[in-house]
């Protein structure tokens, strides 16, 4: 049967109502409620200010099923932490069975309306609507971000109760249903933190600390949010690389319904008898993670202490301390920045402010017997790999004085450069990763500590072939620009498996997601965070653009880079105080410090490069 369309995200009789009082929250004997004036209207078209709390009207006396619908959708845009104004718009049986928690869709421009005539009799106390609309993502039970596309279409059905006379939704839509700048005022990305579990393990170094971005209701308590997260494990994408050191089922102490740092910015977790009889180690393990993580949600916190179920002290650390038993990828500040100077050898510069300077790397491959088209540095900054000028061979070489170079580690077939070998890049246990891109066999290769044979690696599902790589500095998280069969190329994050239990390791990268699905031509990227990327390509329409993106495939907050025409590569470090520097057909080797324009370093460099 047909359907006329009843109303939408912008044409809602009922509204939710945003007022601020004494700061953030209205607080009892400080503001009331306002009874008189024009209601607020909270819009998937318009962003709130992240300092006002917005609350949902409950039902209207009377009120009919379009305007039940409406005000339900407009109660899940609210900051009501159960939200228990949307559960007064569902009959009693529906409340208990509808859970909010289970996803949040995000949808464009918010759920639009559809009366279903076949379903539409008020006068037979039996309403039916869809909701419609055009997907996002969706975010699941772990908190998870998942981009999609494609048509929404969910059935609500309401009812006319039998004791009140009043309409009310007895099928809701499953889970929250919300616009997408709704989304982005009601909740807020956060890196959680674990420990890589398939890196090699060298006793007296720290431990690889591995970013699981979730996404947490803004303004309901989301540093309880976030450590009751850290504590339910990694998502179900990162667990099989990661570990956790809280003991499995591992939850708050009963009573504990929110936490807060105290004025010494030191946050006190007391958690059940699970974690009450871990050692010190482990303790100081826990503690890193949480520490970490709430570090990327409140940056003030610069301490936390570990409860056990007796309220005694487990484990208390600080900054210092969770850096001597984990490290983070974005606190691996480089010493140089590389690049390819005018002769094609491997040279480098102050990776912090200077612009000049430019020197010969030591070693053979900043001598210039062998020219080079692109080149990577191990993260210890020992050890470089360059790929010849015609992009047929793979070199790798010491960064001493008087290092001979050596043949090739690896030479492609491919008749042309556009099908050979890719930039190679380092991975945080020293292998180097490459992609051989000739049409009659392309690979993904990894060649452990830089040499010996390349071991080919597994990557189920891909569609296309790799034309550029990059391995994150946690070494379990590889970005892969992949050129599809219509001549365009994508941006995605696969996760790198190991096995060892055979004669030869056996490498994969697995369950690849795309991380920048708005753009339909990637042309160059790199890693710029612990679960951040920046990424050039082309929009739809064939704008020319560059953006930060997260490895969810989601967009995080904050300014995007300058604008900057024939961009061909790009050099990020994972320590976000190193300005971004890139190669422009245009301009050459420019970088962008903080907060200023893009600033030319060399016109004839080329293929810049941190270590990774």
Known sequence: MGAEREGGARRRPMRAVAYAACGTVLLAGCASMPDSGDLRDVESTQRQDAEVRVFAMPPREDAPPAEIVQGFLEALTSDDPTYATARQYLTAAASRQWAPEESTTVLANGPDIRTERSAGREDAGD???TLTGSKVARVDRQQSYAPLEGHYGQAVHLTRDKKTEQWRIDAPPQGVVMGQSDFQRNYMSVNKYYFASNTRAVAGTPATAVADPVFVRRRVDAMTQTVRSVLAGPTHWLRPVVRSSFPTGTALRKGVTALSPDDQ?????????????????????????????????????????????????????????ARAVAAR?????????????????????????????AEPVPGALGEGAQKLSSAAVSWDERTAAGIGFDKKSLFVGSLVSGGPLGDPVLTSRGATEDDRLTAPSWDARGDLWVADRDPSRPRLLVLEQGAGHPVEVTVPGLDGRVDAVRVAADGVRIALVVQHED?????????????????????????????APELEDVTAMSWAGDSRLVVAGQEQGGVQTMRYVQVDGSTPEGPTPAALTGVRSIAASEDDRLPLVA???????????????????????????YPG
């Open 127 to 129: 309403y039916g609507v």
């Open 265 to 321: 910015n030191r946050l006190t977790v007391p958690l059940d008898v699970k974690a009450s009889r871990v050692g010190g180690a482990r303790c100081s393990e826990m503690a890193t993670q949480l520490l970490f993580t709430l570090q990327n949600l409140t940056p003030t916190v610069d301490a936390v202490t570990l409860q056990g179920a007796d309220g005694q002290t487990l484990c208390a650390l600080g900054e210092d301390q």
């Open 329 to 357: 990828g974005s606190e691996k500040r480089p010493e140089y920045l590389y690049l390819l100077d005018d002769k094609r050898r491997l040279v480098r510069m102050s990776g912090g402010s200077a612009v000049t300077g």
């Open 487 to 515: 001549g365009n190329s994508s941006l995605l994050v696969g996760r790198i498996e190991r096995d060892t239990s055979g004669d030869r390791p056996a490498v994969s990268v697995l369950e690849l997601r795309p991380a």
């Open 583 to 609: 190669y422009s057909s245009a301009d050459g080797i420019v970088r962008l410090p903080a907060g200023a324009q893009w600033q030319k370093v060399l016109k004839e460099g080329a293929a810049p490069v």
